[in-house]
């Protein structure tokens, strides 16, 4: 499996109304240092109503300014329409991070 592959393996098991940082997926899959490349990843999403990408969010529940597929306005329309609050740009992320359990 490649990197992205497993980037997008990981997303899809994020459930609607939660976030994930990009960090939390690089640790996940293995790979703790490439918080970066799960980015980049993302940007290349082959089928976004798919793999959810728009549940990834910065460390600090920012919402991502370059959200490869519509921009920031577009990301927090599909998370509030999944039940995440979006406050000035970030999540709560003590209410709406995801741990994997």
């Known amino acids: 499996m490649t990197f992205s592959q497993a980037v997008y ?23 703790p240092r ?19 990408c728009h549940r990834v969010v910065h460390r600090d529940g920012r919402l991502a300014p370059a959200f490869a597929f519509g921009g920031e306005r577009v990301q927090e329309r599909l998370l509030r329409a999944e039940g995440v609050e979006v406050e000035n740009g970030h999540v709560d992320m003590s209410k709406f991070c995801w741990n994997g359990t």
Do not use: D, F, S
């Open 9 to 31: 393996e990981y997303l899809k098991t994020v459930p609607q109304g939660k976030v994930v940082t990009y960090g939390m997926i690089a640790r996940a899959i293995g790979r």
């Open 34 to 52: 490439a918080a970066r490349q799960v980015g980049n990843a993302l940007h290349h999403n082959p089928t976004p109503v798919v793999i959810p």
